[in-house]
Structure formats: C-alpha cells, structure tokens
C-alpha cells in the first residue's frame, strides 16, 4: 500500500484515492492520483517484488494517474525447518 500511495503522491496533485476490491478472490488495490500524469514504469519493479502480489501496472486515465497490484489473500507458506 505504501509504495502505491507514494508513487500517487510523487505526482504531486492536490489529493489521491484509495481503492480496494475483490478480483478473483485476490485483493485489488488502486491508488489514484488525480495529476495529469503519465504513466511511470519505474515502480513495477517494487511493486512486482512485493511478496503475494500476482500482477500490477500504472497508466493514465481521465481522472489521473493510476497504480495498482492484484495481491494474493492466502496465507505464506512456511518451511518447516528441518530436525538436528
């Protein structure tokens, strides 16, 4: 959430929106910016590295700016740690 809300903010525009909704059973997460900016890759990377997430993307609609990932609802997976 933090680093949607800091690319948003990175655009400098007077407010942002926070969206939240079921896709598939995964969580949507959309931060919208409400700049007339254009669409900056560079986050993907971060967002990509994001443990859960299973897809994210920027682009620009009439409204502004949006950035948003599709995270995964299940819970991690531990590895049991081996016996001495």
């Known amino acids: 959430m933090r680093l949607l809300v ?6 400098e ?16 997460v959309v931060v919208l910016s409400h700049a007339g900016t254009s669409p900056d890759d560079t986050i993907l990377t971060d967002l990509a590295a994001v443990p859960g997430t299973a897809s994210c993307g920027t682009d620009a609609s009439d409204e502004g700016r949006r950035v948003w990932t599709v995270l995964s609802t299940e819970r991690p997976r531990f590895r049991a740690t081996p016996a001495a």
């Open 6 to 11: 800091d690319a948003a903010t990175a655009d």
């Open 13 to 28: 525009g007077r407010r942002i929106s926070v969206h939240l909704a079921d896709q598939d059973g995964m969580l949507l």
